[in-house]
């Protein structure tokens, strides 16, 4: 029973962590249709943006700052000037852009940082709370981490149902003909989705970093993991994001405590696979396929 509770709050936190990584894959797909490859690059980038100002003696909390900063930054220089050219050329080109802008990335970084692994600090202690006299595999910084990706997906919500920005960026990407003729500037809405989207993948990279080693790489499997959160609760849905990124981490958890950590990648395989069988559009995407 102990190692179920413990299996089952390490599954919520890494799930919530890849909830994240969803919310940014959902944010883009809405607005512009292209799954933007390049995310866990991009939130890998930031981290050692981040990682450097801390090794200039800059506290935690005004490294992240700059971190998300610059996130917001990248996201909106990658749309305005790599997704933007080829947006009309079909979907396959900014994909492809996608793909080829995350080998850059991951090339740059191991030019400037190089691709020996390094330790990233927690701004919370990461030793579990005890319980009856046992730890427990739940930590402050776990409770930090839920903590803020609720906030952050609450903030979202907000914004895309009770502003007039986020009308706008619904508009802009249901309806971008009609929010055209009503005055609205597309195209600075649609820069604005994937700077969105940059920050929350930053916001995942610098809650993988601690429990990791900071590589290159080190968020290619977290990038496949959130994919396959964004599947399972739909491209569409940002509430999906965060199912989904629930129920991938658990079942992943589970598959490693239980079956082996080496298991982990076929085990979300097998859930994607499951749930584009019965659900194609994912368990809370509103959009129904057309029979033709």
């Known amino acids: 029973m102990r190692l179920f509770v413990n299996y089952t709050l390490d599954g919520i936190t890494s799930g919530m962590v890849y909830a994240l990584v969803a919310l940014g894959l959902v944010l883009i797909w809405r607005s512009t249709r292209v799954l933007n490859f390049a995310q866990g690059a991009m939130a890998m980038f ?172 080190y968020m290619d499997a977290v990038l496949i993991y959130g994919f396959a959160a964004a599947v399972l609760g739909g491209l569409e849905s940002p509430v999906g994001a965060l199912v989904g990124g629930l129920v991938t981490g658990i079942v992943l958890s589970y598959t490693g405590g239980y079956i082996g950590a080496s298991y982990e990648s076929t085990a979300a395989l097998v859930l994607v696979v499951l749930v584009l069988m019965v659900r194609p559009t994912g368990l809370f995407s509103r959009v129904q396929p057309r029979r033709v």
Do not use: C, N
Not at 80 to 88: A, D, Q
Not at 89 to 98: E, F, K, M, T, W
Not at 99 to 106: A, H, M, R, S, Y
Not at 152 to 173: D, I, K, W
């Open 46 to 217: 930031t981290t050692f943006i981040a990682y450097s100002l801390l090794q200039h003696s800059l506290g935690y909390w005004g490294a992240a700052a700059i971190a998300l900063v610059a996130a917001f930054v990248l996201g909106a220089l990658t749309e305005r000037l790599l997704i933007r050219p080829v947006e009309g050329r079909g979907p396959i080109d900014a994909v492809i852009v996608a793909i080829g802008f995350l080998i850059v990335l991951e090339s740059v970084a191991g030019v400037i940082w190089g691709v020996s692994p390094r330790s990233f600090p927690a701004p919370f202690t990461q030793v579990g709370y005890v319980v009856g006299g046992k730890g427990i595999a739940l930590s402050p910084f776990d409770v930090f981490v839920v903590v803020s990706v609720l906030v952050v997906l609450g903030l979202m919500l907000v914004l895309f149902r009770y502003t007039a920005v986020g009308l706008r960026m619904r508009a802009s990407a249901f309806a971008p003909e009609v929010a055209r003729l009503l005055g609205v500037r597309v195209k600075r809405m649609l820069t604005l989705g994937w700077a969105l989207a940059a920050v929350a993948g930053a916001i995942a990279g610098l809650f993988v970093a601690p429990s990791v080693f900071l590589s290159p790489y």
